[in-house]
């Protein structure tokens, strides 16, 4: 049984440039989560996805924006990249809101690198 | 606002010998709380949570922690401590309700000398 998989696990891009993240649930999942980890830090929640809408949203800009898909799998989109933006990107995948976090998984990450 | 304080930034402490992990939340209800280990380059694996009952926990790995009320305090404790538990370790409350997210303090780093 596949956990929650994250594509890529490392980019790099250049100020000023968008980037997507990919996340597929874990298997009997529907809701995932977004969270960002600076270096040296502990994982700040960005926004949560289920039924397709964004249900919550941590302090993080609009040029956070993400997307469900009717396979539960999600993307994470950042525009206007800023050197601050540089993190580990965890996705978490739970069964349903109702469970919300108490069956959270995480995948590895994907660790993007602006330049 | 909610908040988890982990006062220990590094720990180091010899294999075989005994651990205990600091963690302090802020929160005004009755917390969910949760420890997490991160490996290198790894995700988050959770160790053990606390939801309601009896304040003392069992996880996985030989980890147990307790929850006290009075201290707002939720440590993590380990009898013995193996060369692979080195990691770092997240302790996190929930902000409430079915569809709460994660609150993480900044994390402990586990360093074991052989």
């Known amino acids: 049984d596949a956990g929650v998989t994250q594509s890529p696990t490392h980019l790099i891009k250049t100020r000023g440039q968008q980037v997507t993240l990919r996340c597929s649930p874990k298997?009997?999942?529907?809701?995932v989560s977004w969270y960002q980890q600076a270096l040296g830090q502990g994982p700040q929640f960005i926004f949560q996805?289920?039924?397709?809408?964004?249900?919550q949203r941590g302090n993080f800009p609009d040029r956070f924006s993400g997307h469900q898909f009717p396979n539960y799998s999600s993307e994470l989109n950042v525009n206007a990249l800023l050197l601050g933006d540089s993190a580990l990107y965890l996705c978490a995948s739970s069964s349903e809101p109702g469970e919300g976090y108490y069956g959270y998984t995480f995948g590895s990450g994907t660790r993007l690198t602006v330049v | 606002a909610q908040s988890v304080t982990q006062p220990d930034i590094h720990i180091t402490v010899s294999e075989g010998a005994s651990l205990e992990l600091r963690c302090n939340y802020s929160?005004?209800?009755?917390?969910?709380l949760f420890w997490y280990v991160q490996s290198p380059g790894q995700g988050l694996q959770l160790l053990l949570k606390y939801f309601s009952g009896d304040t003392l926990v069992q996880g996985i790995k030989g980890f147990e922690a307790e929850f006290k009320r009075s201290q707002s305090s939720f440590n993590l404790r380990k009898p013995s401590v193996h060369w692979s538990d080195a990691a770092e370790y997240f302790c996190a409350v929930a902000t409430g309700g079915s569809q709460g997210n994660l609150i993480f303090g900044k994390g402990t780093k586990l360093s074991v000398k052989p």
């Open positions: 298997s009997g999942h529907d809701t």
């Open positions: 996805y289920y039924e397709e809408e964004e249900r």
């Open positions: 929160y005004g209800a009755t917390p969910y």
